[in-house]
């Protein structure tokens, strides 16, 4: 079956400009995830979404980041005004349930650099 | 708040040896989950393990096998016969089991190089 799916897989974007980044998890995953990992450093929470539960939002950087889960299924981070230091790995994973062990599925991510 | 330490940024293991990837971790929960995820220069983050915390063996799988010594908080991650195929970043990573806090906390990584 399809694995998590990103696009776009490269964004080059000027500084100050808008982006949206899109996220299709694995049909049936009620969890979805977003994580960035900038430049030889490890992975960093941003938001996850559980349903129809609130996100939780408490690794957004700043007021300039936000995301959207529509349908319970595709999700779309949205990263406004964008700085320099914003350019990263944006990574996107989904899992069948948030509880539990369950396993945190990757999508290949979308390399953003801000000019 | 978790915390997971990977002390060595880089390491170096001959074909067919075994190495050792150091992971400590922090936490103040009692349930937790800790994972392995491999980094190939493709991007893709690759599971490799998995150890829960109330798990009494280590975790292993295939040539994988994950060191659990809870006392000292670590998790080292082994890799028996290392191949070539083995050169990539390795993130440490854990997660809270009980609640709804479920998101990952990484490491920063280790690059391994597998030699000839």
């Known amino acids: 079956g399809a694995g998590v799916s990103q696009s776009p897989s490269n964004k080059v974007t000027e500084k100050g400009k808008d982006v949206e980044l899109r996220c299709d998890p694995i049909?049936?995953?009620?969890?979805l995830y977003w994580y960035r990992q900038s430049l030889g450093q490890g992975l960093e929470f941003l938001i996850y979404?559980?349903?129809?539960?609130?996100?939780?939002k408490s690794g957004l950087p700043s007021d300039r980041f936000s995301a959207e889960r529509t349908g319970g299924s595709v999700s779309t981070l949205t990263i406004q005004r964008t700085q320099q230091e914003d350019s990263a790995v944006y990574l996107c994973?989904?899992?069948?349930?948030?509880?539990?062990?369950?396993?945190?599925?990757f999508g290949p991510g979308t390399r953003l650099t801000v000019t | 708040a978790q915390k997971i330490t990977q002390t060595q940024p880089g390491m170096f293991v001959q074909e067919k040896e075994a190495v050792t990837l150091d992971c400590t971790y922090d936490?103040?929960?009692?349930?937790?989950?800790l994972f392995w995820y491999k980094q190939p220069s493709s991007g893709e983050m690759i599971f490799l393990i998995y150890?829960?915390?109330?798990?009494?063996q280590n975790a292993t799988e295939g040539r994988y096998s994950l060191n659990f010594q809870k006392a000292r908080k670590s998790a080292n991650l082994v890799i028996s016969a290392s191949q070539l195929g083995d050169s990539a970043m390795y993130f440490c990573?854990?997660?809270?089991?009980?609640?709804?806090?479920?998101?990952?906390?990484f490491g920063t990584g280790t690059r391994l190089q597998v030699t000839l």
């Open positions: 936490t103040s929960d009692q349930s937790y989950g």
């Open positions: 994973a989904s899992t069948i349930t948030a509880g539990g062990p369950s396993l945190q599925y």
């Open positions: 979404f559980q349903g129809n539960s609130a996100p939780d």
């Open positions: 150890q829960g915390s109330y798990d009494e």
């Open positions: 049909s049936g995953h009620t969890a």
């Open positions: 990573a854990m997660r809270e089991l009980d609640g709804t806090a479920s998101k990952l906390t």
